[in-house]
């Protein structure tokens, strides 16, 4: 038996097995940022069914009650072990992540207030793609948001991609100038450089402490190489 609760505290690691749950957008904000320094931009902005697509208002209540979201990503900007930057993670329960244009249009404006507040972005990608509900204007959100990507990256600012999960893939955020790292973090090639750095008997803490330093310290040299 195991208790959410136990669940919660382990961060949704089985301490038994070690086997990974799925965790939610909030979730993986609260692990990452400062505590109470995450402000969220854009909450307000929430899909409409411009091409009255069969279904899609209902798709939308259901996926809305289903993750407790009202879109399929969370933006804003926080502080990692005292420094300042934007932050993104999709909700895979708001229709898998998928993006349409508010989903796009969230994450260029936080690429724009990233590039003029020069800062640095770190982006949880757990999506299925496009959304078919919106048709073009869903295709049309994938040369919005790598432009912004890429006005970014020009501006010497890096991108840091979290690849949360094998099952989906962002296709419509540029690799231009980014840091890719895969999810689960223990699956990565860097913990092991990073393990003499920090010890600790419970070992889903013990990777969560290695993968916020290992942020710090790319953050850190963001502003130093500057």
């Given at each position: 038996i195991l208790f959410s609760s136990e669940l919660y505290q382990n961060n949704s690691t089985c301490p038994k097995c070690g086997h990974l749950f799925r965790m939610?957008?909030?979730?993986?904000?609260?692990?990452?940022?400062?505590?109470?320094?995450?402000?969220?931009?854009?909450s307000g902005l929430q899909s409409v069914n411009r091409?009255?697509?069969p279904?899609?208002?209902?798709?939308?209540?259901?996926?809305?009650?289903?993750?407790?979201?009202t879109e399929a990503v969370i933006c804003g900007e926080c502080t990692i072990q005292?420094?300042?930057?934007?932050l993104f993670a999709m909700e895979g329960d708001f229709m898998m992540g998928s993006m349409g244009s508010v989903v796009?249009?969230?994450i260029t404006r936080l690429f724009e207030f990233a590039l003029a507040h020069n800062l640095p972005v770190i982006g949880y990608t757990v999506s299925g793609g496009a959304r078919?509900?919106?048709?073009?204007?869903?295709?049309m959100q994938m040369a919005k948001t790598s432009g912004a990507?890429?006005?970014?990256?020009?501006?010497?600012?890096?991108?840091?991609?979290?690849?949360?999960t094998d099952r989906y893939f962002v296709q419509f955020i540029s690799l231009m100038r980014s840091i890719t790292l895969k999810m689960p973090f223990r699956h990565l090639k860097t913990v092991s450089l990073l393990n003499s750095l920090t010890q600790s008997?419970?070992?889903?803490?013990h990777r969560l402490s290695i993968f916020r330093m290992y942020i710090q310290q790319e953050i850190f040299n963001i502003r130093t190489s500057r």
């Amino acid at each position: 038996i195991l208790f959410s609760s136990e669940l919660y505290q382990n961060n949704s690691t089985c301490p038994k097995c070690g086997h990974l749950f799925r965790m939610n957008a909030r979730r993986r904000i609260e692990l990452i940022a400062d505590e109470g320094s995450f402000a969220e931009h854009d909450s307000g902005l929430q899909s409409v069914n411009r091409l009255e697509f069969p279904d899609y208002e209902q798709k939308l209540k259901k996926a809305k009650m289903l993750s407790r979201e009202t879109e399929a990503v969370i933006c804003g900007e926080c502080t990692i072990q005292g420094y300042r930057c934007c932050l993104f993670a999709m909700e895979g329960d708001f229709m898998m992540g998928s993006m349409g244009s508010v989903v796009g249009e969230k994450i260029t404006r936080l690429f724009e207030f990233a590039l003029a507040h020069n800062l640095p972005v770190i982006g949880y990608t757990v999506s299925g793609g496009a959304r078919m509900q919106e048709g073009i204007l869903s295709l049309m959100q994938m040369a919005k948001t790598s432009g912004a990507v890429l006005r970014h990256s020009q501006a010497l600012t890096k991108f840091v991609r979290l690849l949360a999960t094998d099952r989906y893939f962002v296709q419509f955020i540029s690799l231009m100038r980014s840091i890719t790292l895969k999810m689960p973090f223990r699956h990565l090639k860097t913990v092991s450089l990073l393990n003499s750095l920090t010890q600790s008997e419970n070992p889903v803490i013990h990777r969560l402490s290695i993968f916020r330093m290992y942020i710090q310290q790319e953050i850190f040299n963001i502003r130093t190489s500057r």
